[in-house]
DNA sequence: CTGAAAGCGCTAACAG
DNA sequence: CTGTTAGCGCTTTCAG
């Protein structure tokens, strides 16, 4: 069918060896053979069988990818295409690929997994989520197979290798602002809990706000899901309290999206009424109205690394855990507002 | 290392090739002896090498997906991850993998898709976005490799299998929609002329308006990036006209949120003083403020279809090209309204 | 209904 | 520096 190795050795008058190692770019081969061998793939137009190859290295250059169900909601988010593009990014120069996995649930996106892991289809995965007592974890960790996690292990931290900001402290550190500029009644709208970038956000809030001796009570602190009637409900009922909020630490853009939008519906403007700070610095972040303050994580950043970290790992399965904080950056911007005198109590 | 057929032969005293075929579900085989492989295969943990399979029948169960260069920003889009969802589940009910490529620039794209056809990664593609002489439609077509486009060809369109909505009838729905409202100045926002999206979705709006004998100044078509600089001008221009127009036609919501938020910065809102009417339905439409008019595509039935029109495509090379129109269906939301006078001329 | 044997296209010792 | 020879793990004739 397709020109095989065989037929460009025939060609070039070597063995089929030679121009295995050619492709290889073996330095024990001549320049002058390599040229000639060269030249003859390029005349038949030769491209090497990947499975082939991957049978003999038992190997296959490929990444696995592996996104939350798309049960989660939370797959709309623009993060994922963010993170994809950082790992495709360092793939590509690295000439590997991407399998990705979407799974329609939890059980379907374990299969994937399996299906990966077992057929020899990817020398490492990414998980692209992390939470408690995750199944996935488990099967790989068991399995000794290399991967990484883009976000923090919630077990085993030290056997794990992943890349994650410092969310306790961006979280505190955006806390911090708000305190900064007035804000005394601060609430915290989060994701699942068994996320662990919800809880590390949290604790950063929280720890801010014991800090600084302000009120923390239970009603400040929601857990909603990305969709709008999650949001709404949470909104509303922090705003029936008898102290509202007035500053709000939102555990991502998209939710914060939906929060403005409750608000409104409920007669509140931000960044009058409340200011709000969320994180990840999704590119819409920027054009809504008002444009958000948020935390930059870099997702590309972490797409990148999380790709070098675990082609790093696939090669040599000796290389120990790592951990690899990517930095962030505040942005600032019109989401939030410095009061000066507290609503009387 | 791992378990091979050859260990399951031994343990369930057959030979290799009767495994294979009870892998294969042969209907020749006993289910005597099929009982007992499978009770091997289970107890050595057995499954099968990809590789080794792909390389003997040549094909690889997995389908390449490619989305546009990331330097388009459209990438940002969560129409992505929409269509990858529907895309995967088809893929995973069927148990074909999932390759994605996410290159840098169009160069790179053009060397991830050259990878995956050339080294039998995959047995055929998606296209994920569809412009105006596009060279990996080309190369695809050169090698009669399967593929499918999520969009309508610009050229060739009769020997391309694709799936697409209806743009042109949702574009002028959209429009006569504001029409009936009461808007006689309406303009049309929407991304790059070599996106035949676009192309259509324009026309659409046209027709529409020619056969109200509205006004259709050059001005009142702009074509913007997805970028916030690139709407904020289009805007400012639009709004700065002798006659700015009461109604827009934006060709994606992601866009329609950049035009909302310039909007407010200089001093109009939306529905108030000027209806908005979008495309795709992305799911931030709902949480936006307003809420968006908008089409919904269904693109999560557009990654569905696509990837069984490529399956039956790649599993029967003869598979005549075939069109698949998803219908689409109009939200209304409250980012217009009608108005009853026009402002004098 | 099942086994033996060849081969998919490539790599990797082992010779020379 | 290069050729020869085995495989990698699976499928698939071809016999029986």
Redesign the pocket.
């Known amino acids: ?9 025939k060609k070039a ?9 050619v ?2 770019d ?9 040229k000639r061998v060269r030249k003859a793939m390029k005349d038949l137009g ?8 991957n ?4 190997s296959s250059q490929a990444i696995g990818v592996i996104m939350p169900s798309s049960a989660d909601k939370a797959l709309q988010n623009p993060f994922f295409p963010e993170v994809l593009r950082g790992i495709g990014s360092f793939a590509h120069e690295t000439e590997y690929s991407l399998y990705v996995s979407t799974g329609g649930n939890d059980q379907e996106v374990f299969e994937e997994v399996q299906r990966m892991v077992n057929g ?1 289809r990817v020398d490492g995965i990414i998980l692209l989520y992390s939470r408690i007592a995750d199944p996935v974890q488990q099967f790989l960790t068991e399995k000794k197979f290399p991967f990484v996690i883009v976000g923090k292990p919630s077990e085993q931290e030290s056997e794990i290798t992943y890349v994650d900001n410092n969310n306790f402290k961006a979280s505190k550190d955006l806390t911090n602002h708000l305190i900064d500029i007035g804000h005394r009644h601060i609430a915290f709208i989060g994701g699942s809990t068994e996320l662990t970038v919800t809880v590390d956000r949290f604790n950063g809030y929280k720890s801010a706000i014991e800090e600084a001796d302000l009120p923390l009570p239970n009603e400040y602190t929601v857990h909603a899901e990305f969709l709008k009637s999650g949001g709404r409900d949470a909104v509303e009922q922090l705003f029936a309290l008898d102290q509202p909020p007035t500053g709000l630490v939102v555990a991502d853009d998209l939710m914060t999206l939906g929060v403005i939008n409750t608000l409104e519906e409920i007669g509140l403007s931000c960044p009058q009424d409340v200011s709000l700070t969320s994180f990840n610095n999704l590119y819409l972040s920027e054009i809504t109205t008002p444009p958000l303050t948020t935390v930059d994580i870099q997702i590309y950043q972490l797409g990148v690394q999380s790709a070098r970290c675990l082609i790093e790992k696939a090669k040599d399965k000796d290389e120990p855990a790592k951990r690899i904080i990517v930095p962030y950056e505040i942005k600032f911007r019109q989401s939030t507002r410095s009061i000066t005198s507290e609503p009387v109590e």
């Open positions: 069918m397709a020109v095989t190795i065989k037929d460009v050795a008058g070597v063995a089929p060896s030679t121009v295995s190692r492709i290889a073996n330095p024990r081969i001549s320049l002058d053979t390599k030769y491209h090497p069988n990947i499975n082939a190859r049978l003999a290295v038992r020899n």
